[in-house]
């Protein structure tokens, strides 16, 4: 059974920087896109980042695209999500999520059929 576990997640002042980890178990499936989205009160769940297994293509929305990087290293299972230049209304709940088999990398949270936990990240002003 696949399962993803994220952290990494904590509080942190403006301009700060985190590391969020997905731990995925049992392997990184290729072929997948796997992905980090965020969701703060009141709002729809965001795809924040997301990378095709095979290849390592990577893709990143307008509001973090120059301040988060997403990464997998296949030998610990786990896809990253280095986060820098923090702001306040990067605060949300973090969350990683993988689709079945795919050619491609989609955006819509629809697609994703597995998800980790969710870890928390504050920033402060």
């Known amino acids: 059974q696949v399962q993803l576990v994220a952290s990494g997640g904590g509080s942190v002042q403006a301009g700060g920087s985190l590391r969020l980890s997905c731990a995925a178990s049992?392997?990184?499936?290729?072929?997948?896109?796997m992905a980090w989205f965020r969701q703060s009160p009141g709002k729809e769940r965001e795809n924040v980042a997301r990378?095709?297994?095979?290849?390592?293509?990577?893709f990143y929305a307008d509001s973090v695209r120059g301040r988060f990087t997403i990464s997998q290293d296949n030998a610990n299972h786990t896809v990253y999500l280095q986060v820098t230049s923090l702001k306040p209304e990067d605060t949300a709940v973090y969350y990683c999520?993988?689709?079945?088999?795919?050619?491609?990398?989609?955006?819509?949270?629809?697609?994703?059929?597995?998800w980790g936990q969710g870890t928390q990240v504050t920033v402060s002003s």
């Open positions: 999520a993988r689709t079945p088999v795919t050619s491609y990398c989609p955006q819509a949270k629809s697609a994703f059929s597995t």
């Open positions: 049992p392997y990184i499936s290729t072929h997948i896109c």
């Open positions: 990378i095709y297994t095979s290849d390592g293509s990577a």
